[in-house]
């Protein structure tokens, strides 16, 4: 065991953040690109981190390095004590008021990024121009993942009715809007009017990998109206999905959003099973109070409810 150099040693913020990243990105290497530092300076800082724990929190091998039960308890604790000093920074926002300004990071799926994210990333330009939002499309298990290592501070995810997630406890989620899917079908193809699931059972199918919420969500619907889509094109780019039904290889079901209307398609109520999908904005817990987050989630509310989706 290492020893402590005083009796009652500190604990550096900064160092804690360091050990925190090295857990996420698995490797010393990996937490100094994060960070912007070399390796030997992550090095140096995890070895004064041991010295004020007075304990070993890392063992290095031939494969890198592995955190200790101590550093694992540590980096626990890590977690916890950033998510306070994000409350006590928002909190000092608040009381300084003033306008809201610097950067966020968002994911979001690519249908909603299209649509309500862009639209509300635009107003925010004219309403709120000190706030600098940067975007990147993930799938909602990626943005966990981010939002998770602090790679991104806000989320916008999508869950279908066949296809719950559950969500961390370090996570607080608030719905946007709700929508239903739609029939996307070649011209011609489909009679006027709603369609229904079970209807379009012999037909070829384009559709979002499994992987994807929706790809398994109607998926699973397909399954409990007795058939197995036949899929001849999978894809999670939206707008290869509309374009690949336009020219006949298959009919697809999607939300309404992801419908962008830049291929000639027929697009029909499903009336049978009905599928919905609500789209969430998703923050750590403890970070929906931060001004800059609460003025970028407000935009999104606002761009959500003045467009397509009601």
């Known amino acids: 065991m290492l020893s402590r150099t005083d009796g009652e040693p500190g604990l550096d913020v900064g160092r804690l953040r360091t050990l925190r990243e090295v857990s996420l990105r698995g490797s010393i290497a990996s937490a100094a690109r994060t960070l912007g530092l070399t390796p030997s300076a992550v090095s140096q800082q995890l070895s004064v981190l041991e010295r004020e724990a007075g304990t070993r929190l890392l063992d290095r091998t031939?494969?890198?390095?592995?955190?200790?039960?101590?550093?694992?308890?540590?980096?626990?604790?890590?977690?916890?004590?950033?998510?306070?000093?994000?409350?006590?920074?928002?909190?000092?926002?608040?009381?300084?008021?003033?306008?809201?300004?610097?950067?966020?990071?968002?994911?979001?799926?690519?249908?909603?990024?299209?649509?309500?994210?862009?639209?509300?990333?635009?107003a925010l330009r004219t309403t709120q121009p000190g706030i600098a939002v940067s975007v990147v499309a993930a799938e909602p298990t990626n943005s966990l993942a981010l939002l998770h290592a602090g790679d991104?501070?806000?989320?916008?995810?999508?869950?279908?009715?066949?296809?719950?997630?559950?969500?961390?406890?370090?996570?607080q989620a608030e719905d946007l809007c709700s929508e239903e899917l739609v029939v996307v079908a070649p011209r011609g193809v489909l009679a006027d009017g709603p369609a229904k699931l079970a209807d379009l059972a012999e037909l070829d199918w384009v559709m979002p990998p499994v992987e994807a919420a929706c790809g398994a969500a109607v998926r699973a619907a397909c399954r409990r109206q007795g058939f197995e889509p036949r899929v001849r094109w999978e894809?999670?780019?939206?707008?290869?999905?509309?374009?690949?039904?336009?020219?006949?290889?298959?009919?697809?079901?999607?939300?309404?959003?992801?419908?962008?209307?830049?291929?000639?398609?027929?697009?029909?109520?499903?009336?049978?099973?009905?599928i919905q999908r609500t789209l969430r904005t998703l923050v750590r817990t403890g970070w929906s109070d931060r001004p800059v987050v609460r003025a970028v989630r407000e935009a999104l509310l606002t761009a959500s409810q003045d467009g397509s989706v009601r």
């Open 235 to 274: 894809t999670d780019d939206m707008l290869l999905l509309e374009r690949a039904v336009a020219v006949g290889h298959g009919v697809a079901v999607l939300p309404r959003l992801a419908v962008a209307g830049a291929a000639p398609v027929d697009v029909r109520a499903l009336a049978e099973p009905r």
């Open 152 to 171: 991104v501070d806000m989320a916008v995810v999508d869950e279908y009715d066949a296809a719950p997630f559950a969500l961390p406890e370090h996570v």
């Open 62 to 122: 031939s494969r890198g390095v592995e955190l200790t039960g101590a550093g694992l308890l540590l980096c626990q604790r890590a977690d916890a004590i950033l998510d306070v000093l994000a409350l006590a920074r928002a909190d000092l926002d608040r009381l300084t008021g003033g306008a809201v300004h610097g950067p966020l990071r968002l994911a979001t799926v690519s249908s909603a990024a299209a649509t309500i994210v862009s639209d509300a990333v635009l």
